[in-house]
């Protein structure tokens, strides 16, 4: 069966999703996108090929709704979209926090909700979407959720009850490290590096990092151990990195990331 797909709050995560849709075969023709403004709208059209429609037209048209408005705007969206959407259409949200029996309730009796967290390398195919079925999702919608996000990245079932925590990992996730890698940077200016040759080196760094945790099979604990010599120079550094307790700062802010994302059920956070 031909799906047509519609992007609702065609924003930073939307696009990337838009664009990993159209990479991996999405015909731009089953491709539909809404925006706020206009000149937003216009500029998805140029650089996509897709249809610009209203929220209500979307509703109308496509038989998957994918809701990537921030988790405030949520409750004014599905306000708008309630008269338009029937219950055969699948309604997949990827805003962080708001449950799925948040939507259930303001759509049409029976409706299909799917939750998903992605997050943003589904730009370079390497997405993290972390998948849960609402009350009335059957394997089915799981399975074309997972059809869509598995196109950009891998994805994973888990119970709705753990998506606030998978939110502070894996969606929240790229934002650590690309804070590692500027402090990182920085510590290359204070010793003596220029800026683009201390970035190169970090990033290197951090590809060569990322592929061997991926591809080695070996525990990070292992990885880590290979590069610690004795009386060497990576251990001076782990020293102060948990003189500085930055093993504990971790935990603490993906346990303050976990609880942001349960302040946000409510869609007015
Ligand atoms: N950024 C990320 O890494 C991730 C974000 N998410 C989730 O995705 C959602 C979007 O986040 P993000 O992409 O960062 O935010 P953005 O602000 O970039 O995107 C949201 C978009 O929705 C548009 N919008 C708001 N209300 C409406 C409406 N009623 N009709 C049509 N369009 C509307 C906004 O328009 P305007 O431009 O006019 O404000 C904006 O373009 C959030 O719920 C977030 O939790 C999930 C995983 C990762
Ligand atoms: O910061 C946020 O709230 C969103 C959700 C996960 C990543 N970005």
Request: charge should be negative; avoid cysteine; proline fraction near 5%.
């Given at each position: 069966?031909?799906?047509?797909?519609?992007?609702?709050?065609?924003?930073?995560?939307?696009?990337?999703?838009?664009?990993?849709m159209?990479?991996?075969?999405?015909?731009p023709?089953?491709?539909?996108?809404?925006?706020?403004?206009?000149?937003?709208?216009?500029?998805?059209?140029?650089?996509?090929g897709?249809d610009?429609?209203?929220?209500?037209?979307?509703?109308?048209?496509?038989?998957?709704?994918?809701?990537?408005?921030?988790?405030?705007?949520?409750?004014?969206?599905?306000?708008?979209l309630?008269?338009?959407?029937?219950?055969?259409?699948?309604?997949?949200?990827?805003?962080?926090?708001?449950?799925?029996?948040?939507?259930?309730?303001?759509?049409?009796?029976?409706?299909?909700?799917?939750?998903?967290?992605?997050?943003?390398?589904?730009?370079?195919?390497?997405?993290?979407?972390?998948?849960?079925?609402?009350?009335?999702?059957?394997?089915?919608?799981?399975?074309?959720?997972?059809?869509?996000?598995?196109?950009?990245?891998?994805?994973?079932?888990?119970?709705?009850?753990?998506?606030?925590?998978?939110?502070?990992?894996?969606?929240?996730?790229?934002?650590?490290?690309y804070?590692?890698?500027?402090?990182?940077?920085?510590?290359?200016?204070?010793?003596?590096?220029?800026?683009a040759?201390?970035?190169?080196?970090?990033?290197?760094?951090?590809?060569?990092?990322?592929v061997?945790?991926?591809?080695s099979?070996?525990?990070?604990?292992?990885l880590?151990?290979?590069?610690?010599?004795?009386?060497?120079?990576?251990?001076?550094?782990?020293?102060?990195?948990?003189?500085?307790?930055?093993?504990?700062?971790?935990?603490?802010?993906?346990?303050a990331a976990?609880?942001?994302?349960?302040?946000l059920?409510?869609?007015?956070?």
């Open positions: 069966m031909t799906h047509t797909v519609a992007v609702l709050g065609t924003g930073k995560i939307g696009e990337a999703l838009l664009s990993g159209i990479r991996a075969g999405w015909n023709a089953n491709l539909l996108v809404t925006a706020r403004r206009p000149e937003r709208a216009e500029e998805l059209r140029t650089r996509y897709v610009p429609v209203s929220n209500a037209d979307a509703a109308k048209r496509a038989d998957t709704l994918i809701l990537a408005v921030k988790p405030q705007d949520m409750g004014r969206l599905l306000d708008e309630s008269p338009h959407v029937t219950s055969d259409r699948l309604v997949i949200s990827a805003a962080a926090g708001i449950p799925t029996a948040f939507i259930e309730e303001r759509l049409a009796a029976n409706t299909p909700v799917v939750r998903v967290m992605p997050n943003t390398p589904v730009l370079v195919d390497e997405g993290m979407s972390v998948i849960s079925a609402g009350s009335h999702a059957t394997p089915t919608h799981l399975a074309h959720a997972e059809e869509i996000f598995g196109g950009v990245g891998k994805t994973l079932r888990v119970p709705e009850s753990q998506q606030d925590a998978a939110t502070a990992l894996s969606g929240s996730g790229p934002a650590y490290f804070y590692l890698v500027e402090a990182m940077t920085d510590a290359g200016i204070l010793l003596g590096l220029p800026r040759q201390a970035h190169d080196l970090i990033v290197q760094a951090a590809i060569g990092a990322a061997m945790l991926r591809d099979g070996e525990h990070p604990v292992k880590r151990e290979a590069v610690t010599s004795p009386a060497g120079t990576t251990i001076s550094a782990i020293r102060e990195l948990e003189n500085h307790g930055v093993r504990a700062a971790l935990i603490a802010a993906l346990e976990r609880d942001r994302s349960r302040e059920a409510s869609g007015n956070g």
